[in-house]
């Protein structure tokens, strides 16, 4: 007997009553997240306040925190949300003022991984939000004091020490040395 899984809706995802959760949405299914240590937060509002500050300073769009949901497909849906994001200006002119999930993906997504992470559940959704559009996946890795870049399947870094991350031309100028991270 086939066990079937009932399929939800960014709508109803967007409904659903706060029980202390984060979800997520992945072609439908729902995927319940811890909330996150603190090393996780601390690193998370680092590079999310360092990228906001720079985002405004220069006038390049917007910086969305954690609780923020991006809808990246419908028919089932998927609502992903990073730890921090960056969408730019002229994304952010055609946005309207809808209370909603963010319409399709950031320019750039960070994802800061947990204790009950595993490496290839990172991997996969850093190459689902690739798929989505995102240009820059920034993965953190708290236990290893490593930041691993994805520009492209086949264009990945991994930065650690005296490195510095760079928003490239997605962010220009903005730039973050590693150790700041960790220390």
């Given at each position: 007997m086939a066990i079937q899984t009932q399929m939800t809706t960014a709508d109803e995802l967007l409904e659903m009553p706060d029980e202390g959760f984060r979800y997520e949405l992945v072609r439908g299914e729902l995927k319940k997240m811890s909330p996150s240590g603190r090393q996780h937060g601390k690193i998370?509002?680092?590079?999310?306040?360092?990228?906001?500050?720079?985002?405004?300073?220069?006038?390049?769009g917007e910086v969305y925190a954690a609780e923020t949901g991006f809808k990246l497909a419908?028919?089932?849906?998927?609502?992903?949300?990073?730890?921090?994001?960056?969408?730019?200006?002229?994304?952010?002119d055609t946005l309207d003022?809808?209370?909603?999930?963010?319409?399709?993906?950031?320019?750039?997504?960070?994802?800061?991984?947990?204790?009950?992470?595993?490496?290839?559940?990172?991997?996969?959704?850093?190459?689902?939000?690739?798929k989505s559009g995102v240009k820059i996946v920034?993965?953190?890795?708290?236990?290893?004091?490593?930041?691993?870049?994805?520009?492209?399947?086949?264009?990945?870094?991994?930065?650690?020490d005296n490195a510095v991350l760079d928003g490239g031309d997605v962010v220009p100028g903005w730039q973050l040395p590693i150790q700041d991270l960790f220390t």
């Open positions: 998370a509002i680092e590079i999310g306040s360092r990228l906001h500050q720079y985002v405004k300073t220069h006038n390049l419908s028919n089932p849906d998927t609502v992903l949300a990073p730890d921090a994001a960056y969408v730019c200006q002229e994304k952010v003022d809808t209370q909603g999930f963010v319409p399709g993906p950031p320019d750039l997504a960070v994802e800061v991984i947990s204790p009950n992470d595993t490496y290839t559940e990172v991997e996969e959704k850093s190459l689902q939000w690739l920034v993965v953190v890795d708290p236990r290893k004091k490593t930041v691993t870049v994805y520009r492209s399947q086949n264009d990945i870094a991994i930065l650690s």
